[in-house]
């Protein structure tokens, strides 16, 4: 077995003070980091002097390194004995290649543990005030792909609120999935553009108008897309930040 570990961290969504405080302790241990373009780049300052910084790329549609590739240097690493960190975006195992990085050190025999990170998926729509559920109310929530490998057919289970990732350049065909499951093109919706960030921003509608507004606000990835009547709360409290 070798002595070097891996731990695969999530950065949290955006605001780099987000990550966990034990994540942010491994980082500062690290021998070696490998980091995807979602993991807030601050976060690079706590580094220790001497530590190899690889970026590995992800964001959509851009991969610099190969999945095969990172999971190869994650073995190399940990197998020359040193202290490695694999830092993701949101949360390591949310929409993400953190299961298949640590099943394949599981097969090698490398020690690694996982380190929960705030996903996205929460994080951005509670940024402008947006719940995902209210007692008494809302009590279901979906987190769903807004687009799959091979254009397999979307989801929209009944709950009360669906969060989408990765529904920009697919909003379409979302939106119309929801439509078609049976829900009213009055029920709110919003984009919340690199939630937690300071650029984020909020651009809100319902089922019927958000196509449009997307368009007409360039709303870009990463973003979340969440639908519900809960977004009505985020309205309320933080309504002069609504596009
Ligand atoms: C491959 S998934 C990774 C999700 C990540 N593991 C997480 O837990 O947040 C990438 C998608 O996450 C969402 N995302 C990530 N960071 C975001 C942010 N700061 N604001 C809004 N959406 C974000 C977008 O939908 C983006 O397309």
Redesign the pocket.
Known sequence: MASGKVYII?AG??DWELISVKGLKKIKAADAILYDF?ASAELLQFVKKGAQVICCG?A?GLHILAQDRINKLLFKLANQGKIVVRL?????????R?IEEALYLKNKGIDFEIIQ?????F??PESFGIPLTRKGKYSSVAVLA?RKSNNAKLDAPDCDTLI?????VNIKAVVKTILDSGRDRTTPCAF??????KE?RIVSGTLFNIVKKAKEYAVK?????IVGEVVKYGKKIYGYKFK
């Open positions: 999530g969504p955006g979602l992800k959509d993701k975006g949101g949360d390591p195992l949310v929409f993400s953190g990170g705030i996903t996205s998926a994080a951005a807004g989408y990732l990765m529904a920009v919340i553009e690199r939630g937690t960030a984020e990835s990463p973003s979340v897309f």
